[in-house]
Structure formats: structure tokens, C-alpha cells
């Protein structure tokens, strides 16, 4: 018999039980205080595992692919303007010309004048060519005319030889060919009525 009062039993591990408070007459061993840790990360675990598969019906594991938490300095997870979004895709794809050329379409009576824009319209920009389109036949030879002058501040706004040349095209004319028969040397429409 040991002159030791008599204490009630410990709980075992895993029961959920709080640990024993330290009192006076009782001081906390090794073994309880491993215990009562044991528990405390079991039930933690228990938790977290409740919560994942909450947030996962399959009960898949999330691979971390980086830091979660966003540090001083702006990155990629944080919000970005619409205007740096489409900055970076544009520069991604290489679209930067294509959208320079078309931008100078949206200005184009601006660089050519308001008489000339109204008669004359850009249609596409490829291989360093503008295709332009007039409305008559005087106007496409006007355009001719001023084409140099066009290209050169043209390549102003744009950067150097990004445009090296204009190809004027007339106006669109109706076609009398109809069917799917032509002659190749017929005379065209002409008066049959006497």
C-alpha cells in the first residue's frame, strides 16, 4: 500500500474528456501532457478533414501550387484593370500592330482629312500593304496621287515601315455577268430593241 490518497483513473486517449487540470496536489507527468496533446491534434485533424470534404464532394485533396497569400507587392492573383488585361493579351498573341493598324482605321479622317475619308475607306492591312477603297474612279487616282504622303504618316504614328504600301481600289461596280454561263469575248449588255 503506498500513502498516496487515492485519485481518480485518467480518461484514456481519444475520449474527447478535457485533460486534469494541474493542482496543488497533483502534478502533470510526461505521459499526461502527450495525451492530452494526442487528443487535441486528433480532433483538430478530424475538423479539418470535415471541412475539405465539405468543400470537395469527392473528397479530393487540393494541390498547393504556390503561396496562398498574397504578399506587399500586386500579382497575378490580385484584381487587375480591364485596360492591363487586354494589354497583356494583345502583347501575348503579338497583336500589337493588328490593333495599332486598326486603331488608325477608327482615325483615319484625322490623318487623311475629312474630303478624302468620306471617299475614301480602309478596308485590311496585310504584309505591310493597306488596301484602300474609293468610291469613284477620280478619287482613286486622287488617292494614288497622295499615297506617299499617306504611308509616311502613316509609319508616323505607327513605327517605321509598317506600312509600305497603299493599294487603291476602285468602286465596287455592278456586274452584268448572270448565270452560271459567260462568253468570254461577248459584247456585255447592250440594246436589242432596234
Not at 97 to 123: K, L, M, S, Y
Not at 135 to 158: F, K
Request: proline share 9%.
Amino acid at each position: 500500500m503506498s500513502d498516496e490518497p487515492d485519485r481518480p483513473e485518467s480518461p484514456a486517449a481519444g475520449e474527447g474528456s478535457p485533460p486534469p487540470e494541474p493542482g496543488p496536489e497533483h502534478a502533470t507527468t510526461g505521459l499526461e501532457m502527450a495525451r492530452a496533446v494526442a487528443r487535441s491534434m486528433a480532433t483538430g485533424r478530424k475538423r479539418r478533414a470535415g471541412s475539405r470534404r465539405s468543400a470537395d464532394p469527392f473528397g479530393r485533396r487540393r494541390r498547393s501550387t504556390g503561396p496562398t497569400v498574397s504578399g506587399a507587392f500586386p500579382d497575378d492573383r490580385d484584381p487587375q484593370t480591364l485596360d492591363a488585361t487586354i494589354d497583356r493579351l494583345v502583347d501575348e498573341h503579338g497583336w500589337s500592330t493588328d490593333v495599332a493598324v486598326h486603331g488608325v482605321f477608327a482615325r483615319w479622317d484625322r490623318i487623311v482629312g475629312n474630303d478624302v475619308a468620306q471617299h475614301c475607306t480602309p478596308e485590311r492591312f496585310a504584309d505591310s500593304r493597306l488596301s484602300v477603297r474609293a468610291d469613284s474612279t477620280a478619287w482613286a487616282t486622287q488617292m494614288r496621287l497622295l499615297a506617299p504622303t499617306v504611308v509616311r504618316r502613316l509609319n508616323e504614328e505607327l513605327g517605321d515601315e509598317t506600312v509600305l504600301r497603299i493599294e487603291v481600289l476602285g468602286p465596287h461596280l455592278p456586274t452584268w455577268s448572270k448565270g452560271a454561263r459567260s462568253l468570254r469575248d461577248g459584247r456585255g449588255p447592250r440594246d436589242t430593241y432596234g
